[in-house]
């Protein structure tokens, strides 16, 4: 053997063991990590978490990146023909590796195509690779190699396409699934032949996305169409080739965007808790704890996508209206308003984005304030069918324009199951992020339905017991209320701040505090008399929670999100259908918390709600603060709670005049949503239409309709304009009450849902053994309903967290 050939086999041979020892060292995980054979036969994508409706509809995910999964029977052939056919045509005959592709690919250098087959594609994206030098991709390659061999080896050809078609990335969708709903509003298989071969053509760059490039997309679809001829599987033929090819390009296009799909401030409130679930629960596939963002759950919740809808409409149909008073108020008095609270428009400039880029190019504060006031272009929120305008002006004058905006929440639930059936949290949540149904606002008169009840329990009130009217006294201060007095059915449907207050002197006022806090309100309530006026500062979805105990015969039951949750398979992993209720009143003491609140929608300060129609039953309560800074309504019927509040971020703007409190800001959204929801037979509602009344009551002389009406408007003079209250914000500002009643422990179980706290002895003792004679009541006119929605020619713009209100005083009307 001649010395060249020695030389020539030695080479050959030392070059055959440097690549056996760089495959070696890539299998070993020696050029970079290497996935375990565990992983490879367990493949786990990124999938994102999917949020249900309880009617079914996708609301929205959870993810890192945008990816749903498919099953391969789920999947078009369309598809997987198309791919085939221009990605990997011997995708059926090779082990991993296309030697004849990879020659080809190095002998025209890559301009007829690349070597890189449908499984050594999808070892790329399993390893997160694909860019680098050429020494970097060389490495990269061989370890591509490596594991497409091991992935033949441990999986069929079709699993390999599915598994390559979950990952594949469609500019920001992953998977097919996303692929096809965001192009075409389609499953995957429901694609057609140009549909698939237009997805399939975009697998080579997104200069072939169809919306954005359509002529490159339709020459790339044609060329995909082309080769399912020309490929050896023959897929097509050339007359059926020529009619695809024909084809306009049609999409149907609809970009995921988290601001918008079903209840998006209900979604974001969902995350809290998936979070804290996902910390205590782990994935036996990984033995890690779940990952909201990668491990593809499936959320059921308790919305209903129909009940969100009209949710949504009621705001669409009151605030624009609402809104048009407190801009005519404003147009006369925003810079003395503004004028008080410069350091609320200065914290506002220093926190947008505009100040944040002026400040890292160096600019004088001082600089940096002047251009707040040059005017520039600027996109704002209108209440118009886009939800936006293009206007013109001053930065410094946006943020005034969006911090006058009235804002609102509204939620509705089961009050026996708990189940959250829609959930509104601001006007519009690509503009407004801030959710207002978790913020504390001051409640005014809503929160003397509590008070109301202990009077009921622990004193023994009934409907008739006359409250008297005139001075009261509480803490150390003498204070006079132009309210008046009434039986307990009057105070209460006309709100009068007179009957609350001595009603919270008798009962104490921690006894009411630990009374609110057994029914659901966890934020600190203000340890004096003034709570009686509505000064503290409560959730909305707290007070839905207290407010259950009413429709639902004294149990009080805690709100609930989600029913259930899945793993990406379908497995149940968590299961919410079980109840947690709590009895904290008595069934007769509920029903006659019950007639009350009736009497406020019937005849007091609720009594526009007769408008509306609603084929059922109706109580509930309005409630206003100091000047209208905010407005509530929490009603319900014997099948359905829901409340709702506007007022703007800011409690310091308030409309002073021109409405009627909650009664006119709050409550037509409250009308409108429950005429929706019953009018719509889909949704079941209607089949309760009065509330139940127990056995044992059924008798009593009190509760018959006339009887309990004269009960009602037994009252004085002040029933015709309602409560209005006097004084001004020092009626919060008082000092606690010393009474020795307030000290009444609260017991978690009573024999009859009653307490004998020895009150209830006193008070009867004292009370008259019939009511006393009042004048009749004035009758106020009869209502009218909201005018019908119109466009403002008013622009806002966004929202954000507001401070907390100092002081303020209830006034219903």
Request: aromatic share 10%; proline share 5%; with cysteine.
């Amino acid at each position: 053997m001649t010395k060249p050939v020695k030389i020539l086999w030695r080479v050959f041979f030392g070059g055959l063991l440097l690549v056996i020892l760089i495959f070696s060292a890539a299998n070993f995980g020696l050029l970079g990590k290497m996935p375990s054979l565990k992983e490879l036969e367990n493949p786990e994508a990124d999938l994102a978490s999917e949020v249900y409706s309880s009617d079914g509809k996708l609301m929205g995910k959870y993810y890192a990146e945008n990816r749903s999964e498919v099953k391969y029977n789920e999947i078009s052939p369309n598809i997987i023909h198309a791919l085939v056919a221009t990605e990997d045509q011997n995708f059926y005959d090779h082990s991993g590796i296309d030697a004849k592709a990879v020659a080809r690919a190095v002998i025209k250098l890559g301009t007829d195509g690349g070597g890189s087959p449908i499984t050594q594609q999808l070892a790329k994206m399993m390893l997160g690779q694909g860019k680098g030098n050429v020494l970097k991709r060389g490495t990269q390659k061989i370890k591509e190699w490596v594991i497409a061999v091991k992935l033949e080896r441990n999986f069929t050809k079709e699993e390999i396409i599915t598994l390559y078609l979950n990952r594949a990335p469609w500019g920001n969708n992953y998977g097919i699934r996303n692929a096809a709903r965001t192009y075409f509003q389609k499953e995957p298989i429901d694609l057609n032949v140009e549909e698939s071969a237009v997805l399939v053509g975009m697998l080579k760059g997104f200069i072939y996305d169809p919306i954005r490039h359509p002529s490159a997309a339709i020459n790339r679809r044609n060329t995909v169409i082309e080769r399912m001829v020309e490929c050896k599987q023959h897929y097509l033929t050339d007359a059926q080739a020529l009619k695809y090819k024909a084809k306009p390009l049609i999409t149907s296009f609809k970009k995921v965007d988290d601001n918008v799909g079903i209840a998006p401030y209900f979604r974001f409130a969902v995350v809290d808790k998936m979070k804290d679930w996902c910390k205590t629960h782990k994935n036996p596939k990984t033995g890690e704890n779940y990952d909201l963002y990668r491990d593809g759950l499936r959320i059921y919740t308790t919305i209903n996508s129909k009940m969100q809808q009209y949710a949504e409409e009621s705001v669409v149909q009151q605030m624009p209206i609402i809104q048009r008073k407190l801009n005519a108020y404003l147009r006369t008095t925003s810079d003395k308003t503004w004028k008080e609270h410069e350091n609320i428009i200065e914290a506002a400039m220093k926190s947008s984005e505009r100040w944040k880029n002026l400040k890292e190019e160096e600019m004088k504060d001082a600089d940096i304030k002047k251009s707040f006031l040059v005017k520039v272009k600027m996109k704002v929120f209108a209440w118009n069918p886009k939800k936006e305008l293009d206007t013109v002006m001053t930065p410094r004058d946006s943020i005034k324009y969006h911090r006058q905006l009235l804002q609102t929440s509204f939620v509705a639930m089961d009050p026996k199951t708990g189940e959250v059936k829609c959930w509104v949290g601001g006007n519009d949540f690509k503009w407004f992020k801030y959710d207002h149904v978790t913020a504390s606002r001051q409640v005014g008169s809503t929160i003397k339905p509590l008070i109301y009840a202990l009077a009921v329990q622990d004193a023994g009130y009934t409907p008739s017991t006359v409250i008297e009217g005139g001075p009261v006294q509480y803490g150390k201060i003498s204070r006079t209320f132009d309210g008046g007095g009434g039986t307990l059915a009057n105070c209460l449907a006309f709100s009068k701040n007179t009957a609350s207050v001595r009603l919270t002197n008798l009962l104490g006022v921690n006894r009411v505090i630990e009374f609110a806090k057994s029914v659901g309100v966890t934020v600190p309530l203000p340890p004096y008399i003034s709570l009686a006026l509505g000064s503290a500062e409560i959730p909305l979805l707290q007070m839905l929670q207290a407010y259950t105990m009413f429709p639902n015969k004294g149990f009080n039951t805690e709100p609930v999100f989600i029913s259930r949750i899945e793993d990406k398979n379908g497995n149940l992993l968590e299961d919410y259908t079980q109840v947690n209720t709590k009895q904290v009143m008595s069934e007769q003491d509920a029903f006659t918390m019950v007639k009350l609140m009736e009497g406020v929608v019937e005849i007091g300060t609720g009594r526009s709600l007769n408008n509306y129609g609603i084929p059922a039953q109706k109580a509930g309560k309005t409630g206003t603060t100091n000047d209208n800074a905010d407005g509530w309504f929490m009603g319900y019927t014997p099948e359905l709670l829901a409340g709702t509040w506007v007022g703007c971020d800011d409690p310091f703007i308030r409309i002073y005049s021109g409405t009627s409190g909650g009664n006119e800001m709050a409550l037509p959204k409250w009308g409108y949503f429950m005429k929706k929801v019953y009018d719509d037979k889909s949704l079941g509602y209607g089949k309760l239409k009065e509330f139940a009344e127990p056995a044992q009551m059924s008798k009593d002389p009190i509760y018959a309709d006339q009887n309990f009406k004269d009960i009602v408007n037994s009252g004085d003079s002040s029933n015709a304009a309602g409560d209005q209250g006097s004084g001004g914000a020092g009626d919060y500002i008082v000092e606690p009450s010393t009474d020795k009643s307030s000290q009444i422990p609260v017991e978690s179980q009573f024999e009859d849902g009653k307490k004998d706290t020895g009150l209830k002895a006193k008070v009867k003792s004292e009370l008259p053994s019939a009511p006393a004679k009042l004048p009749e009541a004035t009758k106020d006119p009869k209502a009218v309903m909201p005018a019908p929605i119109k466009p403002l020619d008013d622009k806002n713009k966004k929202g954000a967290k507001p401070d907390k209100a100092k002081n303020g005083k209830s006034n219903d009307y």
